[in-house]
């Protein structure tokens, strides 16, 4: 790689330690990676992986954790600083870890989180350089922002704020942000549970080589809502790992397929249609097994709460089961200062703190990591990613297509197809 | 007869290993893929049966884990560094084309990976053979087991 005189000085050690190690740990990946240069990035986010939060494997004895504490010690002790703008979500309410972030320069900008894009601000803007802790974050600001960014995980993200940079390869490159295979999507797609399937089924017929971009033809572009986007994105992960798609119309790389592929063929066609679609929903079709556990996972936004109001208000959770939602930030907000969230407690619905976490009999848990050990056996839900991440626990996981028939199935404690 | 195929590439990270191979047809995502972790991080066992049928029942403790890529999700990192922590991490990684987040366990964890290889290394290498990687010379020797 050839790196400019700041670099090389990073990369001596000249500055101290901590931006040796920084520097090295780049320049590997870099060489690995087949990039020629680095370039500086504009902003850098550990919204997922904030701590000791007891979720999704962020354990306080995970060994990620004691390395980047250790990491982070290293640069308070040589007064190094975060390079450019990092922010991070108070997910963990460590505060010991806050307080070192902070001195690092880092902004605590939400006090808990969804894990997903709809909490993450301010958003780098089009063409920028960026660093993203969620994946999410990667397949939402690449496509539709036209952010440029790779899904490194959390000590990709330390590396690249300390320094300000990031090797440019994979999605930071021109030839590697073109559409390479063409789907056409000849289905309705009546809700973010759709667009969801949508995402599922392109991630999954991709996932051996998540580096070849699809893109998007027939979409009504008039009629996609922000939700629908965001539900394709966190789909698009799982079961494989899309950081980068484009939609014709939509993402502002691909105004034209013709644009979108830079003019040249699509290596591979395929069409999504309604047969497609029910593949993935028999993937995960519920059994008929009475429900342990009812949950809206994907992060409820401020419409959707107000429709899991409306659909609940005068009714209660069937006293069998569990019923639990995740909110973003903003609905989070909304839902206290309006008095929806007391409404919503007083039908029985259960709101856990923070992405990732369900109660159950008063206990905080995480359905990817506790549901055998606490007994769940049924879980229903609005998420594919659950359905996928869920499953490594050898339960049933079903899928439903609507709000109304999940939350039905929350109120009669039996499933509603 | 001794029955070898050479695959060849770029240079990886890290040095060289060897041992048994297990191959997965699909993308790995530990968080998703391998629930028993959460409890003993010495359990390396697939036990999504859905996501990871070539695989599902089988580990990869201490063998060479040869996948097409990472997928989903960035908390690959933490459960493969509890797992190495336990003493339960693979010689080595091959892959078609590597995900980001599996280059930093390789840099961090001192595993040798290699990827971007002149032959299917999914396909050439099945689940058994004895596997020797050079990731500084971007070379993987098989042995096959039949």
Request: charged content about 25%.
């Amino acid at each position: 790689m050839k790196l400019n005189k700041e670099e090389e000085k990073m990369l001596t050690g000249a500055y101290g330690e901590s931006y040796k190690k920084a520097m090295e740990i780049l320049v590997t990946m870099g060489e690995y990676s087949s990039a020629e240069k680095m370039v500086p990035i504009s902003w850098a986010d550990l919204t997922t992986f904030s701590g000791r939060w007891g979720g999704h494997g962020d354990s306080p004895d995970n060994d990620l954790y004691h390395y980047l504490r250790d990491f982070e010690e290293l640069c308070l002790k040589e007064n190094a600083k975060f390079k450019c703008p990092m922010t991070i979500v108070d997910v963990s309410k460590d505060e010991e870890r806050n307080e070192r972030m902070k001195k690092l320069g880092a902004k605590l900008v939400a006090p808990a989180g969804a894990s997903s894009p709809h909490d993450l601000f301010p958003w780098p803007l089009f063409g920028q350089y960026a660093s993203p802790g969620a994946t999410n974050g990667t397949t939402f600001f690449n496509p539709i922002l036209g952010v440029r960014a790779n899904s490194e995980g959390p000590i990709g993200v330390h590396m690249a704020a300390l320094t300000g940079r990031t090797p440019e390869y994979g999605y930071l490159l021109d030839e590697n942000r073109l559409g390479k295979v063409l789907v056409e999507v000849k289905t309705e797609l009546k809700n973010y549970i759709d667009w969801a399937v949508l995402g599922f089924y392109i991630s999954r017929k991709l996932s051996a080589h998540y580096w070849d971009i699809p893109v998007l033809t027939g979409i009504d572009t008039l009629k996609v809502t922000s939700d629908d986007i965001m539900s394709f994105c966190a789909s698009m992960n799982h079961p494989g790992s899309m950081g980068h798609f484009l939609i014709e119309g939509i993402s502002p790389e691909a105004p034209t397929i013709e644009k979108a592929f830079g003019g040249k063929e699509p290596i591979e066609k395929f069409v999504v249609g309604p047969e497609e679609m029910k593949e993935i929903y028999d993937l995960y079709a519920p059994s008929g097994n009475k429900p342990d556990i009812v949950t809206v996972r994907f992060p409820l936004t401020v419409e959707r709460l107000y429709e899991v109001l409306n659909l609940l208000e005068g009714k209660k959770i069937h006293q069998n089961v569990s019923f639990a939602v995740n909110l973003t930030v903003h609905a989070r907000t909304v839902a206290e200062r309006f008095g929806v969230r007391k409404k919503l407690e007083a039908c029985g619905v259960l709101m856990g703190e923070t992405q990732g976490q369900v109660l159950w009999n008063g206990e905080i848990i995480d359905p990817w990591v506790d549901s055998r050990r606490v007994g769940i056996k049924t879980m229903i839900t609005d998420s594919l990613k659950d359905c996928n991440g869920a499953r490594n626990q050898d339960i049933e996981v079903a899928l439903l297509p609507s709000l109304e028939k999940i939350i039905n199935t929350a109120i009669n404690g039996k499933v509603e197809v | 007869m001794e029955n070898k195929i050479v695959l060849k590439g770029h240079k990886g990270i890290g040095e060289s290993a060897e041992g048994e191979a297990i191959v997965c047809q699909e993308p790995i995502n530990l968080m998703a893929d391998t629930g028993n972790v959460w409890n003993d991080p010495s359990d390396t066992s697939f036990t999504n049966k859905i996501a990871m049928p070539s695989v599902y029942g089988k580990k990869f403790a201490n063998k060479i884990l040869v996948f097409p890529t990472g997928k989903g999700g960035i908390f690959s990192s933490n459960i493969m560094m509890d797992i190495a922590a336990a003493g339960a991490a693979p010689k080595a990684f091959i892959n078609v084309r590597t995900h980001p987040v599996w280059a930093l366990l390789s840099i961090v964890l001192k595993i040798p990976i290699v990827d971007r290889l002149d032959q299917n290394p999914c396909e050439v290498i099945k689940t058994g053979d004895w596997v020797r990687v050079d990731a500084e010379k971007g070379i993987v020797e098989v042995t096959k087991k039949n």
